[in-house]
C-alpha cells in the first residue's frame, strides 16, 4: 500500500508565529493510524502547542518505544530530531540525550502498553529522576496494534470488542507519576483540544518531569458499549477540575475575576499558568490531596482530567546532579579528563 505525500507548496499567506513557521512546519508525514483514531488528535494539540509557544523545531527532541502511539512522533514535528527505540525502552534513551545535550526540549511519546506494561520501571526512573522533559501517555487500554487485548490500564470490568471481561486492577500512570516524584501531571482526553492544548504549552515550558495521561480511544478495539476508554464513556464521566490558560513570559494581561476563582503560577522562565477552577475546593499544588481526589472520583467511576498536581518550586534532574552549565556533549578533552593529580584528590575522597 502506498501513501502520497504532503504537498510542499506553501500558500503565501499562511499565518505565521513570531518565528517566521507556519502550523505546517511543525507536521510530518501522513498518518496511517485509523481514520478517527484519538492519537492523532493529540498529534495536532502537538502541533498546534509549538506553533503557540513559537518554538523553533530543530530544539525538540522527540522520543518513542513502540506501538500505535510509538508510531505518532512521525506525524509531527518532521523537522525535529526523533529516535524511536525499542519497546518500554524510550524513557532510558530520553534520560541519556538530556544527560548529553540539556539545551533541548525533550518530548516522550508513549503508550499504555509501552509504559505501564513492559516499560513501567523504565518509567518510574525516568521520573523520580527528575528528568526534564514532557512525558505524554497515549492512553487507550487495548494493544490496538495485536488486535485489542487488554493492556495494563485497562479498568476492571471492562468489556473487550470480542466479548471479554478485565478481570485485572488496573495501573494509574497518573498515580504513580505522583509518587514517583513528577512536578507536572495532568490528565485530558483526545476530545478536548481546549483542554490539552494549554495542557502541552504548560508541560514543554515546566522545568522538571511533566506527565500527561491522555486518554485517546481506540476507534478500531476499544470504542464500545463496555469500554470505559471509549470516546462516549469519557466524555459522559469526565470530571474537568480546572480550565488551563497559559502566558509566555511576557506583560500580563490582567483581567477582573472573582476571588478564588483564578489560580495563577509563574514558572521559572516567567511564563504564568492560569488555573480557572471548577471544583471549588481543588488544590493542584497539594500532593496528597490530589491523591485523594483522584481515588475517590475513580471509585465513583469519574475520569478526572486537567492539570491534577503542580509543583511550583522544581528542580530537573541536572540540579539535582549539579552538572555544569555547559552540556555535556560539548565539553573537551581538558574538562572531561582533569589528569592523573585531580583523579587522585577525587579517589582519596572515598578513602
Known amino acids: 500500500m502506498t501513501y502520497l505525500a504532503k504537498p510542499k507548496f506553501r500558500h503565501p499567506s499562511l499565518e505565521k508565529n513570531e518565528r517566521g513557521f507556519t502550523r505546517r512546519d511543525y507536521e510530518g508525514s501522513i498518518s496511517t493510524l485509523c481514520a478517527g483514531c484519538g492519537h492523532d488528535s493529540i498529534s495536532a494539540a502537538i502541533i498546534q502547542a509549538c506553533f ?20 505518532t512522533p512521525d ?40 509504559s505501564a506494561s513492559i516499560g513501567l520501571g523504565q518509567f518510574v526512573h525516568c ?56 512536578t507536572f501531571v495532568g490528565r485530558s482526553f483526545s476530545g478536548d483540544k481546549p483542554q490539552l492544548v494549554p495542557l502541552i504549552k504548560a508541560a514543554l515550558s515546566h522545568n522538571g518531569p511533566a ?13 464500545h458499549a463496555g469500554s470505559t476508554k471509549s470516546f462516549d464513556f469519557v466524555r459522559d464521566h469526565n470530571d474537568a477540575v480546572n480550565r488551563l490558560d497559559f502566558f509566555e513570559g511576557r506583560a500580563e494581561i490582567v483581567t477582573d475575576y472573582e476571588p478564588g476563582t483564578v489560580q495563577d503560577v509563574e514558572q521559572h522562565d516567567g511564563s504564568i499558568i492560569r488555573l480557572h ?8 499544588t497539594n500532593k496528597v490531596a490530589t491523591m485523594n481526589y483522584l481515588a475517590t472520583h475513580h471509585e465513583k467511576g469519574e475520569v478526572v482530567t486537567g492539570l491534577l498536581y503542580l509543583d511550583p518550586n522544581p528542580k530537573d534532574m541536572h540540579q ?6 555547559v552540556p555535556l556533549n560539548r565539553l573537551g578533552v581538558k574538562e572531561l579528563c582533569p589528569g592523573a593529580k585531580a583523579l587522585d584528590t577525587i579517589n582519596d575522597e572515598y578513602r
Open 277 to 284: 477552577k471548577i471544583a471549588d475546593s481543588y488544590d493542584p
Open 52 to 71: 503557540e509557544l513559537n518554538i523553533e523545531p530543530h530544539r525538540i527532541a522527540k522520543m518513542s518505544g513502540i506501538g500505535c502511539s510509538s508510531k
Open 127 to 182: 521520573v523520580r529522576r527528575g528528568v526534564n522533559m514532557t512525558y505524554i501517555t497515549e492512553n487507550n487500554g487495548v494493544y490496538g496494534l495485536t488486535k485489542g487485548q487488554f493492556s495494563a490500564t485497562a479498568d476492571r470490568g471492562s468489556k473487550s470488542k470480542a466479548g471479554g471481561t478485565n478481570t485485572d486492577s488496573p495501573i494509574d500512570l497518573v498515580s504513580m507519576a505522583l509518587l514517583a516524584g513528577a
Open 320 to 325: 539535582l546532579l549539579r552538572t555544569v552549565d
Open 211 to 223: 506527565f500527561i495521561d491522555v486518554i485517546s480511544p481506540c476507534v478500531a478495539f476499544n470504542n
Open 75 to 114: 506525524y509531527f514535528l518532521g523537522q525535529s530530531h526523533g529516535f524511536n527505540s525499542v519497546h518500554g525502552r524510550m524513557p532510558s534513551v530520553l534520560t541519556g540525550a538530556n544527560l548529553a545535550n540539556k539545551n533541548l526540549i525533550y518530548l516522550g511519546v508513549s503508550g499504555d502498553g509501552d
